[in-house]
């Protein structure tokens, strides 16, 4: 992940949850210290976040609808799963997502 993705990812998030996302939000939700997590997500918006913190973003990201859900938490195309009830499958996933980055950001 790129710092501009990072920074659009930040937009995404908030546009998904109803409020924007502060540097501060994103520190939150990467599990960094409130002493200078706020600095470390602007130094990473610039040289991108790596290892661990990056693929957490990648799972928070599916809390936007602009993200892909990634194949490992893809249970909405199997063949045991209805094809008409699948949408309401995968908005009821994003929906948990959304309330798990809430929670994160207090």
């Not at 693929?55 to 909405?76: G, H, K, Q, T």
Request: with cysteine.
């Amino acid at each position: 992940m790129t710092g501009a993705e990072l920074k659009k990812l930040r937009a995404h998030l908030g546009e998904a949850i109803g409020r924007p996302l502060s540097v501060a939000d994103m520190a939150k939700l990467c599990g960094l210290p409130a002493t200078d997590g706020a600095d470390t997500i602007r130094k990473w918006e610039v040289t991108g976040p790596t290892g661990p913190v990056a693929e957490l973003l990648r799972i928070l990201a599916m809390a936007s609808d602009r993200y892909p859900i990634l194949e490992m938490f893809n249970v909405f195309d199997r063949h045991d799963v209805p094809v008409k009830d699948r949408p309401a499958r995968r908005q009821a996933f994003r929906e948990q997502m959304r309330g798990d980055v809430r929670r994160r950001i207090g």
